[in-house]
């Protein structure tokens, strides 16, 4: 399954954002951000699907190869491949609770870039991945997304921090106590 997966995405380093696609989820500020920057021999793949997906992705053209709309994942453990595909997980939201998939994204070693909306920026403090405001998520990620393509040594780092906290502070038992 993970295999097939990788074959789908390519060769290429992955950027993965997994959610729904809907206004407070922002994620037209990273797409924003994604064609400014155009990283070479990396991909953004966006997961998930919702009311504004057929809009954003109208805004892709065929020059756009480096991004690729996956669409609704039902199958867990295809999701699970993906994350594990992926390098860089980006959660750009404006308004959020505590992610999911930003919890899962830690699980799988993926190194963590999400907003301080709702609890995401309290669960990757202390160095567990790296914390955007809400303000300016597009300028931020033009930034960003340059440095951590330059230093795989820096995104496997935060990766491997990412699940460590993952691991000391939300195991799967005590998320399901809480749900």
Same mark, same amino acid.
């Given at each position: 399954?993970? @295999?097939? =997966?990788?074959? #789908?995405?390519?060769?290429?380093?992955?950027?993965?954002?997994?959610?729904?696609?809907?206004?407070?989820?922002?994620?037209?500020?990273?797409?924003?951000?994604?064609?400014? =920057?155009?990283?070479?021999?990396?991909?953004?793949?966006?997961?998930?699907?919702?009311?504004?997906?057929?809009?954003?992705?109208?805004?892709?053209?065929?020059?756009?190869?480096?991004?690729?709309?996956?669409?609704?994942?039902?199958?867990?453990?295809? @999701?699970? *491949?993906?994350?594990?595909?992926?390098? =860089?997980?980006?959660?750009?939201?404006?308004?959020?609770?505590?992610?999911?998939?930003?919890?899962?994204?830690?699980?799988?070693?993926? *190194?963590?870039?999400?907003?301080?909306?709702? *609890?995401?920026?309290?669960?990757?403090?202390?160095?567990?991945?790296?914390?955007?405001?809400?303000?300016? =998520?597009?300028?931020?990620?033009?930034?960003?997304?340059?440095?951590? @393509?330059? #230093?795989?040594?820096?995104?496997?780092?935060?990766?491997?921090?990412?699940?460590?906290?993952?691991?000391?502070?939300?195991?799967?038992?005590?998320?399901?106590?809480?749900?």
């Amino acid at each position: 399954s993970r @295999k097939e =997966v990788r074959n #789908q995405l390519g060769s290429r380093r992955i950027f993965l954002y997994m959610g729904r696609i809907a206004a407070e989820k922002n994620v037209e500020a990273l797409l924003r951000a994604w064609k400014l =920057v155009s990283p070479d021999g990396c991909r953004l793949v966006i997961v998930g699907d919702g009311p504004l997906r057929p809009t954003l992705q109208n805004t892709t053209t065929e020059d756009d190869d480096n991004i690729l709309w996956w669409g609704y994942e039902s199958n867990l453990e295809k @999701k699970i *491949a993906l994350l594990q595909c992926a390098e =860089v997980f980006v959660l750009p939201s404006l308004v959020e609770g505590l992610s999911l998939a930003l919890l899962e994204a830690m699980a799988t070693g993926t *190194a963590c870039v999400a907003t301080d909306a709702g *609890a995401d920026g309290e669960v990757l403090k202390g160095g567990a991945g790296i914390v955007l405001s809400t303000q300016g =998520v597009t300028t931020q990620l033009r930034t960003l997304l340059p440095v951590l @393509k330059e #230093q795989p040594i820096l995104t496997s780092e935060l990766g491997k921090r990412a699940r460590c906290r993952v691991l000391e502070r939300y195991t799967l038992t005590r998320n399901i106590d809480a749900l």
